[in-house]
């Protein structure tokens, strides 16, 4: 079965300190991984992907994560954050032999980050 | 470009209508579409996974003679509440996946549905 967890509800950070929001992922397969924003009352935004190659992932508004195989996780990191940055942060998991790419979603985290 | 729009973004009907959502990619093909469903700080519920051209695919849970879906071309899936209830409102989301094969999911900005 496949299934992302987002250990951290919430997470709060000071302005140009650098954040993480974790999560780590079970599937049956190998995965694509796989992080989202979404702003209030708004759809999700693709931030990056791990597919394959570079365990370090460079995406969107300076964010990274690293794949770790052998701990099963895809932690986002930035080593500033900004205020703008506050915001729901998905983790989701595909399969890699899925068909149909259905993704699997973890529960969210709150990013805070106070100026 | 992977722009994915929804239509209505917002919506407000009485008991017992129904009411149709529609979400389309604006500037590519989608083999398959995705519809969730969103509860205030909770993450996304997929509903049913709709290919072109095929029979929606749906969850467990999922009524599927209440929200009836239609991929009716490569650019534009719809889902349809029937007799609409007020436990029915939510967050609407819909995501795109692009022919090709391609990884990522595109979503669209949602549609808030209230029913009165």
């Known amino acids: 079965a496949q299934s992302v967890a987002q250990p951290e509800d919430q997470v709060n950070v000071a302005e140009g300190n650098p954040l993480t929001v974790k999560c780590t992922y079970s599937?049956?397969?190998?995965?694509?991984l796989f992080w989202y924003v979404q702003y209030p009352n708004r759809g999700l935004q693709f931030l990056l992907k791990?597919?394959?190659?570079?365990?370090l992932v460079k995406g969107s508004y300076g964010f990274e994560a690293e794949f770790n195989k052998s701990q099963t996780s895809f932690h986002l990191k930035k080593p500033s954050a900004l205020v703008s940055d506050s915001a729901l942060y998905f983790c989701?998991?595909?399969?890699?032999?899925?068909?149909?790419?259905?993704?699997?979603f973890g529960r969210g985290t709150q990013l805070t980050v106070w100026p | 470009g992977a722009v994915v729009s929804q239509h209505p973004s917002r919506v407000i009907c009485k008991s017992g209508t129904s009411v149709k959502i529609e979400c389309r990619s604006l500037?590519?093909?989608?083999?398959?579409m995705f519809w969730y469903r969103q509860f205030p700080k909770q993450s996304l519920m997929l509903m049913a996974t709709?290919?072109?051209?095929?029979?929606?695919?749906?969850e467990q849970g999922v009524e599927k003679d209440k929200f009836l879906i239609n991929h009716a071309s490569l650019t534009l899936s719809t889902l349809t509440v029937t007799s609409a209830h007020p436990e029915d409102s939510s967050f609407y989301i819909c995501?795109?996946?692009?022919?090709?094969?391609?990884?990522?999911?595109?979503f669209g900005p949602g549609t808030r549905l209230l029913v009165l």
């Open positions: 995501s795109a996946r692009r022919v090709q094969g391609q990884e990522t999911q595109y």
């Open positions: 500037d590519f093909q989608a083999t398959t």
């Open positions: 989701a998991v595909r399969d890699r032999g899925s068909t149909l790419g259905r993704l699997y």
């Open positions: 791990y597919i394959t190659g570079d365990n």
């Open positions: 599937v049956s397969g190998n995965p694509y």
């Open positions: 709709s290919n072109e051209g095929s029979k929606a695919t749906y």
